[in-house]
């Protein structure tokens, strides 16, 4: 099947469509037909999302209602995403009413091969694969600089990267980026289970290299891989108000938004 449907379905998958033998330690997984979830250890709100939920206008009340409690005894924070394929219509002021704040919105991009224009290369950056745990290392100290992660997590969030770059199945991979020979950036990707995808999972530029081609660079190596790996489609979810401009400037076309909500669980005092 194709058609803005059809790619609306493979962009929403990017929240979901993970290696089902890649289990990091204390990772719980909640999956039913209405509803998808997950808890970490950490208390990171992007690593413990609600990605899919589905209910009925009658039932909703009591769905959401019992994912947050589920988030509220492990006394986690959360995310939770509201894509197309969310129900019922109402979810949005649903969880606002429950005291949920929206906290950002992500638009659904695609690029499709056959009309991809190609991307100047930026000839200072330079990209390479992560193989190692100075790799990963390196890489997490970028997302931690520009996302803010705490030392605890960061060590956390390093342990989780080399286990999956072992992960004799993995579909995805993370990325380096220097210029003239400085760290400048980071950046994952993975393949879709089809084969008919790759998908954009994450970017970070640190903010002394902003505005010289990094992400560019980035997004362009990520688009050759899929051409060599014969994907008919690069998809991601964009930034309203960061890489969203620049992605539709390389040829990506806009699909849905995407609200992301959130709960954060308080500190209890001493």
Excluded at 151 to 170: F, I, N, S, T, W
Aim: glycine content about 8%.
């Amino acid at each position: 099947m194709s058609g803005p449907e059809a790619t609306c379905r493979i962009i929403e998958a990017i929240l979901w469509d993970y290696e089902p033998d890649f289990n990091p330690p204390g990772l719980v997984v909640v999956e039913r037909p209405d509803r998808l979830f997950w808890c970490s250890r950490t208390n990171s709100l992007y690593a413990n999302r609600v990605v899919r939920a589905a209910f009925s206008e009658d039932s909703a009340d009591d769905g959401i209602a019992e994912i947050m409690e589920f988030f509220l005894h492990r006394r986690k924070s959360f995310s939770w995403w509201v894509g197309p394929s969310s129900a019922p219509a109402s979810l949005g002021q649903k969880l606002r009413e429950r005291g949920l704040e929206q906290i950002d919105s992500y638009e659904g991009l695609a690029l499709f091969l056959a009309e991809e224009v190609p991307i100047r290369p930026h000839t200072d950056v330079t990209v390479r694969v992560a193989e190692t745990e100075l790799d990963v290392r390196e890489i997490v100290r970028v997302s931690a600089r520009v996302w803010g992660y705490g030392a605890e997590d960061q060590e956390r969030m390093v342990q989780d990267r080399v286990a999956y770059l072992k992960l004799p199945g993995r579909r995805g991979g993370y990325l380096l980026a220097r210029l003239s020979g400085q760290t400048a950036g980071a950046a994952s990707f993975r393949y879709g289970s089809t084969g008919e995808a790759l998908y954009l999972t994450g970017a970070a530029t640190l903010p002394e290299f902003r505005g010289r081609g990094v992400f560019t660079e980035l997004v362009r190596w990520r688009v050759e891989e899929a051409r060599r790996r014969g994907c008919r489609l690069v998809a991601t979810l964009a930034r309203a108000g960061t890489s969203m401009p620049i992605l539709t400037k390389l040829g990506f076309r806009r699909f849905f938004s995407l609200p992301v909500y959130a709960w954060r669980h308080a500190p209890s005092g001493g």
